[in-house]
């Protein structure tokens, strides 16, 4: 096998530049085995080397049906590498992996890929290859029995991935056009209005308590009396409650109705929304 052979099979292997081939096999004495040693050697360096830098760019992936529907984020430096072929095709295979292994971070990581080598392995080929940092974000599957799972990708890069993303899950019995047709306008109200929880008692301890943190922090130099502030206080706290669970927020195709109201209006009795869950880049 001629050099120039060696070097078109080698980055055929693992996706390295010209050159970097050619010094490998060149330190190699020829040895394609031990030349892809040195680059994936190489390789771990470079990654581990902008592994300190931001990444906040990326798309969200959904791979799935209304049965079992899962999402992941990978994040990478700028937008111009979010729509990279590499990078895409990287993600929607690995898109692929998390739908098959339920969200399972430690399953992913050390699942095989198509060219053999492991997603950590291909994650380690793909930062040395484009230059960014690249990270894997929240992964989610969403599969509940008894329920239907409705989907909105919102500013889609190209097919399944998108830079926000929406999964909701209902229950019913009930699989009429209406019912279907609230399932698609839920998921856009959650991604337009991204509600903590389902009801106010659902929102953690942790967000409330720093809620209320920066209300105390605001009202503290205001010169009101004490127990002025306590209600002030109080009525800020129901608000931020209120604005952040999906049933009391107003509904976006219609604002002067609420989520709860129009769950009423449909008159399906068994219908309840079970789950949801709402990604977007760089948040």
């Not at 004495?29 to 581990?48: F, M, T």
């Not at 990270?135 to 239907?148: A, D, P, Q, R």
């Not at 604002?255 to 219908?271: A, G, R, T, W, Y």
Request: glycine share 4%.
């Amino acid at each position: 096998m001629s050099d120039i052979e060696k070097i078109k099979k080698l980055r055929q292997n693992t996706g390295a530049g010209f050159n970097d081939c050619s010094l490998a096999i060149q330190e190699a004495n020829g040895d394609l085995e031990k030349a892809a040693e040195i680059l994936r050697i190489r390789g771990v360096s470079k990654a581990s080397k902008k592994m300190n830098r931001e990444a906040n760019e990326g798309v969200i992936a959904v791979t799935g049906d209304e049965n079992k529907t899962s999402l992941i984020e990978v994040n990478c430096e700028t937008d111009f590498v979010a729509k990279n072929d590499d990078f895409i095709k990287f993600v929607k295979e690995l898109s692929e992996i998390n739908f098959k292994y339920d969200s399972d971070l430690n399953k992913i990581k050390s699942a095989k890929m198509k060219n053999s080598q492991t997603v950590d392995e291909n994650l380690v080929t793909i930062i040395s290859k484009i230059g960014e940092k690249i990270t894997l974000g929240k992964i989610k599957t969403v599969s509940h029995k008894n329920c239907l799972n409705f989907k909105y990708l919102h500013t889609v890069v190209k097919d399944n991935l998108s830079k926000l993303a929406v999964v909701v899950s209902l229950e019913s019995s009930n699989k009429s056009e209406q019912f279907k047709t609230f399932g698609k306008q839920l998921a856009m109200h959650v991604a337009a209005s991204n509600p903590l929880a389902l009801d106010s008692e659902g929102i953690s301890n942790d967000i409330i308590k720093k809620e209320e943190e920066l209300v105390s922090e605001e009202l503290k130099n205001t010169g009101k009396p004490e127990e002025i502030v306590k209600k002030i206080s109080l009525g800020k706290m129901n608000k931020f409650k209120e604005d952040n669970s999906l049933l009391n927020q107003g509904w976006v195709m219609e604002p002067k109705k609420k989520v709860k109201d129009i769950l009423e209006d449909l008159n399906i009795p068994d219908l309840k929304i079970k789950d949801f869950f709402r990604l977007k880049i760089g948040e």
